[in-house]
């Protein structure tokens, strides 16, 4: 999203500088050199003041510094370029039952890294599937993809195999509980918010008049 939002203002930028020089040069008959200097200066300040408050707004938003968010951007680019091996390892194994492994494993590990892109603040919820649980995936899959496309297998591959699906589904089970560990705050403030709207529903379901109608009676 934020690459969508720089190259847009990128294109602002360069319009803008277009734009002043147009008017510098031919408006006001100055010089090419100095048009271009001015016009180009413009479209840098604007490019780099606009994206300047964007990011500020963006890490109070999410309460972190430029270093945390450095930091986070770091992991996730390493973590984007596991996602490329494990969809090599995907799309190489040729079992119906392999297939459906590490199809479900992409789904879950896409599903972590888009939850953090989208809000990094997370990331210190999620450390536990970056530095452990994703390099595992990465890692035994590739080897299940390996022994799966072996032409000839004996005793021992298959042994192998069988112990390489029992580690995946055991990581598949582990992966899910790191998403519910990063989404538990929302769970959490969700359930405040019914219990809330249910307390203000049985509040309008009484009514003072009520009382007072029994009372005469």
Same mark, same amino acid.
Do not use: C
């Given at each position: 999203? !934020?690459?969508?939002?720089?190259?847009?203002?990128?294109?602002?930028?360069?319009?803008?500088?277009? @734009?002043?020089?147009?008017?510098?040069?031919?408006g006001?008959?100055?010089?090419f050199?100095?048009?271009?200097? $001015?016009?180009?200066?413009a479209?840098? @300040?604007?490019? *780099?003041? /606009?994206?300047? /408050?964007?990011?500020?707004?963006?890490?109070?938003? =999410?309460?972190?510094?430029?270093?945390?968010?450095? %930091?986070?951007? !770091?992991?996730?680019?390493?973590?984007?370029? !596991?996602?490329?091996?494990? &969809?090599?390892?995907?799309?190489?194994?040729?079992?119906?039952?392999?297939?459906? &492994?590490? *199809?479900? @494993? =992409?789904?879950?590990?896409?599903?972590m890294?888009? $939850?953090?892109?989208?809000?990094?603040?997370?990331?210190? &919820?999620?450390?536990?599937?970056?530095? %452990? +649980?994703?390099?595992s995936?990465?890692?035994?899959?590739?080897?299940?993809?390996? #022994?799966?496309? &072996?032409?000839?297998? =004996?005793?021992? $591959?298959?042994?192998? @195999? !069988?112990?390489?699906?029992?580690?995946?589904?055991?990581? =598949?089970?582990?992966?899910?509980?790191? $998403? %519910? +560990? /990063?989404?538990?705050?929302? /769970?959490?403030e969700?359930q405040?918010?019914?219990?809330?709207a249910? +307390?203000? #529903?049985?509040k309008?379901?009484? +009514?003072?008049?009520?009382?007072?109608?029994?009372?005469?009676?």
């Amino acid at each position: 999203m !934020k690459s969508v939002f720089s190259f847009f203002l990128g294109m602002l930028a360069t319009a803008e500088a277009v @734009l002043i020089w147009l008017i510098l040069f031919l408006g006001f008959d100055m010089g090419f050199l100095a048009s271009s200097g $001015i016009s180009i200066l413009a479209g840098f @300040l604007t490019f *780099y003041g /606009v994206k300047f /408050v964007s990011d500020y707004r963006f890490l109070k938003k =999410n309460r972190l510094t430029r270093k945390e968010y450095a %930091y986070i951007q !770091k992991n996730l680019q390493e973590a984007k370029k !596991k996602l490329t091996r494990l &969809q090599k390892s995907f799309f190489s194994v040729r079992t119906m039952g392999a297939f459906k &492994q590490l *199809y479900e @494993l =992409n789904r879950l590990v896409k599903r972590m890294y888009s $939850i953090v892109k989208k809000d990094p603040r997370r990331f210190y &919820q999620s450390e536990r599937f970056f530095f %452990y +649980h994703l390099d595992s995936v990465v890692e035994i899959s590739e080897r299940y993809a390996r #022994l799966a496309a &072996q032409p000839v297998k =004996n005793d021992q $591959i298959y042994l192998s @195999l !069988k112990e390489t699906q029992s580690t995946l589904e055991d990581l =598949n089970e582990s992966i899910k509980k790191d $998403i %519910y +560990h /990063v989404l538990s705050t929302d /769970v959490d403030e969700l359930q405040f918010e019914l219990d809330v709207a249910k +307390h203000s #529903l049985k509040k309008l379901e009484y +009514h003072p008049l009520d009382d007072e109608r029994s009372t005469k009676e």
